[in-house]
């Protein structure tokens, strides 16, 4: 069974950093794309950033450029989201998902924007508040 666990949230204060893990089961080379999503009160779950998982083409929201980065690790089946320079407006519940190597997508932007329908995790929260 597929499993994705996040880890990593948390409360912090505006201008701080986390680290948001997602540990995969299976390979990450199973997926088309992993990436992080989040869903605030009130609003609409959103495309934060994701990564191909074969070429590792990267995508960012525009709320999110130059604070946030996405990364892998093969060897460790797991992706990570560092969130720098945080906001009060980031705070939201963070969700790692993924669709399978089989789902088809022009670029990585496109699953991202439209939400993956394949797996997704539990849900880590992130507050940012002094």
């Known amino acids: 069974q597929v499993q994705l666990v996040e880890s990593g949230g948390g409360l912090v204060q505006p201008g701080g950093s986390l680290r948001l893990s997602c540990a995969a089961s299976?390979?990450?080379?199973?997926?088309?794309?992993i990436g992080w999503f989040r869903q605030a009160p009130g609003k609409e779950r959103e495309g934060v950033s994701c990564?191909?998982?074969?070429?590792?083409?990267?995508y960012y929201a525009d709320s999110v450029k130059g604070r946030f980065t996405i990364s892998r690790d093969n060897a460790k089946n797991t992706v990570y989201l560092q969130m720098n320079s945080l906001k009060p407006e980031d705070t939201a519940i963070y969700y790692c998902?993924?669709?399978?190597?089989?789902?088809?997508?022009?670029?990585?932007?496109?699953?991202?924007?439209?939400?993956?329908?394949?797996?997704w995790g539990q849900g880590t929260q992130v507050t940012v508040s002094s």
């Open positions: 998902a993924a669709d399978s190597a089989g789902r088809l997508y022009e670029t990585v932007k496109a699953m991202c924007v439209n939400l993956p329908r394949d797996y």
């Open positions: 990564i191909s998982t074969s070429d590792g083409s990267i």
């Open positions: 299976g390979l990450i080379s199973d997926y088309y794309a």
